[in-house]
């Protein structure tokens, strides 16, 4: 179950908006990023393991999809990074894996991301 609210800022009020599709696990020290209406979440932990899930939520059809890589483009599972959106890219810096390997840049399938 994800905890997702939305800030009604003419009422001041809190809503927990109704949502469709796949939604990622509860997961802490993930990263979230902003792409046109989407919002894309990154990497995460669900103790004891890491993650390596990217999840997609459009904020006007409030649709999660859950985002699918080719074998050498899936990120390696990792949390307590950051991201950035820059040059159609989503830039993830600073994370503690549990593999090894070098600071990478994820494609984020800009065709569906982009409005």
């Known amino acids: 179950m994800?905890?997702?609210y939305?800030?009604?800022t003419?009422?001041?009020?809190?809503?927990?908006?109704?949502?469709?599709g796949d939604p990622p696990p509860?997961?802490?020290?993930?990263?979230m990023t902003r792409v046109g209406c989407?919002?894309?979440?990154?990497?995460?932990?669900?103790?004891?393991?890491?993650c390596n899930n990217v999840y997609a939520f459009d904020t006007l059809t409030r649709l999660w999809l859950r985002m699918t890589f080719t074998a050498t483009d899936v990120p390696l599972?990792?949390?307590t990074h950051t991201t950035v959106f820059y040059?159609?890219?989503?830039?993830?810096?600073?994370?503690?894996?549990?593999?090894?390997?070098?600071?990478?840049?994820l494609d984020v399938r800009l065709q569906w991301l982009a409005r």
């Open 2 to 4: 994800v905890l997702f």
């Open 6 to 8: 939305s800030a009604i």
């Open 10 to 20: 003419e009422t001041m009020q809190w809503a927990h908006p109704q949502m469709q």
């Open 26 to 31: 509860l997961c802490h020290v993930h990263s």
């Open 38 to 50: 989407r919002i894309i979440i990154i990497g995460g932990s669900e103790d004891p393991s890491y």
């Open 77 to 79: 599972p990792h949390h």
């Open 87 to 105: 040059q159609n890219k989503i830039w993830v810096f600073g994370w503690r894996k549990q593999a090894a390997g070098a600071e990478r840049r």
